[in-house]
């Protein structure tokens, strides 16, 4: 685990990217595993993993990995709220309400990490923002739009955001390309054959 935080946490992008996709899949493997198993992982892992996600995703030399990243957090959400968490992440003995839900425990110590880390945001935002990534958790979509929205408001992302739009960047460029070979495919000699769309490519 110490070496996948260190690879996501890193500056090269690909190593970021690798440790960001190691992470997911690890998710996804503990999730379909022995549940005293997969609790154990929890216990031991999830919340130092939910606060370094949370480092790199507010750190401007990692707006790379944002895609990545919002992938792995509404995995660790959607994880707690359907209730693949069934073991505590908290310390019965320390908490006020015995009726404390995982659900309720992870909402409140996130609003208290992200207070603590960015103390210029109101109480509000963090709570709307918070209560956004469980709303959204589900369509990743528009948990990244809500995490983005979040991070533009943050002091430390003005400037240039270019790395938190990527993905409708690729597919803009991509809409284009493919206008562009629509309409040089209409006049005659226009496209060389060898870049005409093969069979497989048009199915």
Not at 59 to 80: A, I, N, P, Y
Not at 155 to 175: C, S, T, V, W, Y
């Amino acid at each position: 685990m110490d070496s996948v935080f260190w690879a996501f946490k890193h500056t090269m992008r690909d190593i970021a990217d690798i440790g960001l996709s190691i992470c997911v899949e690890l998710l996804n493997n503990v999730a379909s595993s022995d549940t005293n198993i997969a609790n154990g992982f929890y216990q031991g892992y999830f919340l130092s993993l939910l606060q370094d996600i949370f480092y790199v995703l507010t750190d401007t030399d990692h707006k790379s990995g944002f895609k990545l990243q919002c992938l792995v957090l509404s995995r660790m959400f959607l994880l707690v709220e359907n209730g693949s968490v069934s073991a505590p992440l908290f310390n019965p003995a320390q908490v006020s309400n015995p009726s404390t839900t995982n659900s309720m425990f992870l909402m409140e110590y996130v609003c208290n990490l992200l207070q603590t880390a960015f103390p210029h945001l109101t109480s509000a935002q963090v709570q709307g923002f918070t209560k956004g990534m469980f709303d959204y958790d589900q369509d990743l979509h528009k948990f990244k739009l809500h995490v983005r929205d979040f991070l533009i408001q943050l002091k430390e992302f003005a400037g240039d955001n270019a790395d938190l739009f990527l993905d409708e960047l690729e597919a803009e460029a991509e809409a284009k390309k493919k206008a562009d070979m629509d309409a040089a495919m209409r006049i005659p000699g226009m496209v060389k054959p060898s870049d005409l769309p093969t069979m497989d490519e048009e199915i």
